[in-house]
């Protein structure tokens, strides 16, 4: 036998872990995909990790910060917040279901229930954005498994009662999951209002710099956290170590910059609702809003998306006035740190009851720029018109 290994081995062996790591204020990325047992009887012991998809030491400090965010004892991480919601429906339904989903639902998880939930079996009816509780019940069936919320409605901006209908959902032996990306799990904690599943697309007010992609679940039963991990395993999803730490990073400052989002985004909605161009603001916060009784019993705070309407559906002018905009991008995305405008219309055409409000819609995301600067921005924006 040798002495020692030869050099070639040694080379192989040199990064092994040292016996102790300094103390700093994030936690170690751990890139590996093979997770070392500590011993033989360890290989198959189901309550350790044995691969690095199930997540190593970024991705356990950024599960137990959202827990904390979320008041919730499970909490699961996706490569993207489309992939969270669409991860979290098929943990919990199967063939021969029926789930009904908000008619102003995000439309990237309209587009994969209509396209991937019906060709495998499951039945997909859309309700109005702001059906009463009653009336949703009415329309359940006996195979009515789950109902999808989202509050406020993307894009047009209308508020649910979640507290009824989660509450009338499970009385019946029906489950809840809300897509609550737009409080961020600060300003509303779904699962304290007895939702089973809170999703969050986390690419927005989490990251909050606009580069990173991940999604997060979080369940209000053991159960749920049981089909979660089922799905995760199944399906194969996972998230890099570097984009767990990124998530980890902006969740630490996200009560600060979503304060100052708020603060920003409702200067700029009181002052576009005094414009003369301006027929209505979509913001729940405003006491203006239809909504606003609502938001302000359930809702702790308010976030910087909200829309409002011009008033011309011209669609010649809307473009004259977005390509007018110096400050607010143009783009689909929000919740980083840039504002950003979008003519929402083109997108109501999946609607079965569009937002009928006399004019064109526009949804602001308002950033983190002096808010002053972004309304003299709308306002060189709208002298174009």
Avoid at 26 to 54: H, M, N
Avoid at 319 to 345: K, M, P, Q, T, V
């Amino acid at each position: 036998m040798r002495d020692r290994p030869t050099e070639s081995t040694r080379l192989l062996h040199t990064d092994r872990a040292p016996n102790g790591l300094l103390k700093v204020v994030g936690p170690p990325i751990q890139k590996g995909s093979t997770v070392l047992a500590p011993c033989a009887e360890a290989l198959y012991d189901g309550t350790q990790a044995t691969y690095g998809r199930a997540g190593l030491a970024s991705h356990e400090a950024l599960i137990a910060g959202l827990e904390e965010l979320e008041h919730a004892s499970c909490v699961r991480l996706f490569p993207s917040g489309l992939a969270a919601m669409t991860g979290s429906l098929l943990s919990v339904l199967r063939a021969g279901d029926e789930v009904l989903v908000t008619d102003a639902i995000y439309k990237p998880t309209r587009r994969f229930c209509d396209r991937v939930l019906q060709r495998y079996g499951v039945a997909v009816r859309y309700y109005p954005a702001r059906c009463d509780p009653d009336s949703l019940m009415r329309l359940c069936s006996p195979t009515t498994r789950l109902i999808v919320l989202e509050s406020p409605g993307s894009l047009s901006f209308e508020m649910q009662d979640v507290p009824a209908i989660a509450a009338a959902a499970r009385a019946r032996g029906m489950l809840t999951l809300m897509d609550n990306t737009w409080a961020a799990g600060v300003y509303f904690k779904p699962l304290d209002h007895g939702v089973d599943l809170s999703v969050q697309a986390l690419t927005k007010y989490v990251g909050g710099h606009s580069d990173v992609f991940m999604g997060s679940a979080a369940a209000r039963t053991p159960e749920m956290s049981q089909a979660l991990d089922e799905a995760i395993l199944d399906f194969g999803w996972a998230v890099s170590p570097e984009d767990a730490y990124m998530m980890l990073r902006g969740l630490r400052t996200l009560p600060t910059r979503l304060d100052r989002h708020q603060h920003s985004a409702l200067a700029v909605a009181r002052w576009l609702a005094s414009h003369t161009r301006v027929r209505d603001v979509l913001h729940p916060a405003l006491q203006s809003s239809i909504d606003h009784a609502l938001w302000r019993r359930d809702f702790t705070g308010a976030s910087g998306l909200f829309a409002f309407v011009l008033d011309t559906e011209d669609q010649a002018v809307v473009h004259r006035f977005l390509n007018a905009l110096r400050l607010f991008g143009l783009g689909f995305s929000w919740g980083g740190f840039e504002s950003l405008a979008l003519n929402c219309d083109p997108q109501f055409t999946v609607r079965l009851d569009p937002p009928a409000h006399g004019g064109a819609m526009i949804r602001l995301s308002v950033g983190l720029e002096d808010p002053g600067d972004l309304i003299d921005d709308l306002q060189r924006a709208l002298e174009t018109l």
